[in-house]
């Protein structure tokens, strides 16, 4: 079946995927999504690695894949690269996240398809970047957590360093590279040339650090963990209604007031310990508990409700059962609806942002390993006595 796009906004271009693992996986199937004609390029079935989320019938694969076509080639043979070439020639955008020598060994690096292909957008994703002291390392999401300096700040104080409980690098360093290339495709419209994106998940992740970089290289300032309480807006944090746990945010001091109002405790706006923020924040422990105190006189759906009508914002700690309970989520259309020739239906996630005009959808199911390979090879214009010759050769 030839390529469906997802979106009209990127079914012009043709992406070639040479990833595997997270993070390559998810730029391609941000393009994907809105309309790229996304060709994921995997080792044959006999030859494979560990390179797949699960395994290619679970969740986290078909997640990953969606929207997306499959050809494998065999990478070790002369004419498995000589077809990944004629590949790509159709192609605007290369994907990969090899070990850094990789594509150099097997000429498909990014000087030497530009030769040919001056308009190339060539993107890599690696862990630590493409040179430098850390490059030839072996990148890890948990490793760059850690060097990152996320883990630094996340938890409990005292407990010791926490990971995030998703794979943080991976996905931003898919992300970004996406960003990247589409930031490419619209220079090309003005230069008519194609360039090398990279991005590695040492580089996200310190990005995503964001005010805490600032805190240091402009204030000098080392932040700790401070577990679920924000570090200077108090009170906010994690707070035990009757029934459970739940967030409440308090921002400046007009919401401070509607807070102390909605909680049936108005005497805090002249408290000398709680009036101003320095003092709330010399005082956190003692206003933390007496707040805790008088939400277990009712459950956290009258606690929400009469924040948020009041104008404090309060939310419910959700489990992932409990976030696709959520009206809102109903209401946004967050999950999409696919169907796998395979394994039948299935629900996803759509993109978290919306197009009106020309918004993204999920049209295909993720690949089995190869399932387009006879025909991306005709669309190459290969006859059916040279897939039959290449199969007998292990080329696919």
Same mark, same amino acid.
């Given at each position: 079946m030839p390529h469906m796009p997802a979106s009209a906004a990127l079914q012009r271009f043709r992406v070639i995927d040479l990833t595997q693992v997270r993070a390559g996986p998810t730029a391609c199937r941000q393009l994907a999504d809105w309309g /790229?004609?996304?060709i994921q390029v995997q080792m044959p079935e006999h030859m494979r690695g560990d390179d797949t989320l699960g395994g290619q019938d679970g969740s986290d694969y078909q997640?990953?894949?969606? $929207?997306?076509r499959s050809i494998t080639l065999n990478l070790k043979e002369a004419e498995g690269i000589a077809i990944l070439k004629k590949l790509i020639a159709t192609a605007d955008v290369v994907v990969e996240n090899f070990r850094p020598d990789v594509k150099f060994r097997l000429g498909i690096d990014y000087e030497t398809l530009a030769k040919d292909q001056p308009r190339l957008v060539y993107a890599s994703i690696s862990g630590f970047g493409q040179? +430098? *002291?850390? /490059?030839?390392? *072996? +990148?890890?999401?948990?490793i760059v957590q850690g060097m990152g300096g996320l883990m630094s700040v996340t938890g409990? *104080? +005292?407990q010791g360093p926490v990971r995030v409980g998703l794979p943080i690098a991976d996905l931003c /360093? +898919? =992300?970004?590279a996406a960003q990247g290339i589409l930031v490419a495709l619209l220079e090309r419209n003005e230069s008519g040339r194609g360039q090398w994106v990279h991005t590695s998940l040492l580089e996200s992740m310190v990005y995503m650090m964001d005010f805490q970089t600032a805190r240091w290289l402009i204030d000098g300032e080392i932040a700790g963990q401070s577990g679920n309480a924000h570090p200077t807006s108090i009170p906010t944090g994690v707070y035990q209604a009757r029934d459970g746990f739940m967030n409440i945010a308090v921002f400046g001091s007009k919401i401070w007031e509607r807070f102390c109002h909605i909680l049936g405790a108005p005497e805090w706006m002249t408290d000398e310990r709680y009036h101003d923020k320095p003092s709330r924040s010399v005082n956190r422990e003692s206003l933390n508990a %007496? =707040? $805790?105190?008088?939400?277990a006189s009712h459950d956290r759906a009258h606690w929400i409700a009469l924040f948020n009508d009041g104008g404090v914002a309060c939310g419910l700690i959700s489990n992932m059962q409990e976030v696709f309970e959520l009206p809102q989520i109903d209401h946004l259309k967050m999950v999409k609806d696919v169907v796998s020739n395979r394994l039948g239906a299935q629900r996803h996630v759509g993109q978290p942002m919306q197009l009106e005009r020309t918004p993204s959808d999920i049209v295909r199911a993720a690949p089995r390993r190869g399932e387009h390979t006879a025909e991306l090879l005709g669309e190459l214009g290969y006859a059916e006595a040279d897939l039959v010759r290449?199969?007998?050769? %292990? =080329?696919?």
């Open positions: /790229a004609d996304v997640f990953t894949h969606r $929207n997306k040179s +430098g *002291p850390y /490059a030839k390392r *072996p +990148g890890f999401d948990q409990l *104080p +005292g /360093a +898919g =992300i970004f %007496e =707040i $805790n105190q008088r939400l290449m199969k007998a050769a %292990e =080329i696919f």
